[in-house]
């Protein structure tokens, strides 16, 4: 994972997308028991939707100084649960023989130019039953501007993830989520074409759309979404 600023500037749009974050919640909070390390924690905007009060420790892993900061104010002023604590770099700066009940990335992976090898470290740090948890945009054919601009590498389709999962990991989960945003993400790459989404267009997609997958995505057995979902288990 690259150190340094994140060129980005989406993550104080979608801080407020709390249909969305939410809904993630449901689908991860099974996997999320005892210690997690979060990579690529961001402002924290995720951390505090899916860390709840439970026992262990909530590492917050975030190689942008300034966001690092941002987490280590927010964890030490109660703004984020008590047990998470704000780490400054990436997995490469976590202490030898260190080890997690869940390491996760969210909206995480596409950033990183060799994220096979950084999957295969994260898998290292997994205790005897841990999860790895990689949550990321779907469809290569969906790439855009935006993605280029806010440093993704690319988009992944369940293939992608299945291909670069770490060995000795068995697979829980390989599924999309977001149906509908699916649809409104391929109206955009056809038709209009936009950049940096707006306000206003995510709280319309976080309003009805997200709404609409929750119902929807379940009927469509997770086949279809703007969201690709990995869970591996260490054995």
């Not at 989406?10 to 407020?16: G, I, K, R, S, T």
């Not at 470290?121 to 779907?138: D, F, N």
Request: charged share 20%.
């Amino acid at each position: 994972m690259q150190t340094g600023t994140y060129p980005g500037g989406e993550l104080e749009l979608f801080a407020a997308a709390e249909n969305w974050k939410t809904y993630v919640k449901s689908q991860l909070s099974p996997y999320l028991q005892g210690n997690v390390l979060e990579v690529g924690a961001g402002i924290g905007s995720t951390t505090g939707y899916l860390c709840g009060p439970g026992k262990g420790r909530w590492v917050c892993l975030e190689p942008d100084p300034e966001m690092a900061e941002r987490l280590s104010r927010a964890a030490s002023s109660g703004g984020l649960p008590a047990r998470c604590e704000a780490v400054k770099g990436t997995i490469a700066d976590i202490p030898p023989g260190a080890l997690f009940d869940a390491v996760i990335y969210i909206d995480v992976l596409e950033h990183i130019e060799d994220d096979a090898a950084e999957l295969r470290a994260a898998a290292a740090m997994l205790s005897g039953g841990g999860r790895l948890i990689v949550l990321a945009p779907a469809h290569q054919f969906l790439y855009t501007a935006f993605d280029r601009g806010v440093g993704h590498f690319r988009r992944y389709s369940l293939g992608d993830l299945a291909r670069i999962a770490p060995p000795g990991l068995e697979a829980l989960r390989l599924d999309y989520l977001d149906s509908a945003g699916l649809l409104a993400s391929l109206g955009n790459r056809l038709l209009l074409r936009s950049g940096m989404p707006t306000a206003g267009q995510i709280r319309f997609w976080d309003s009805f759309l997200v709404r609409i997958s929750r119902r929807l995505d379940p009927l469509l057995a997770h086949r279809l979404g703007k969201s690709a979902l990995a869970v591996w288990r260490r054995p």
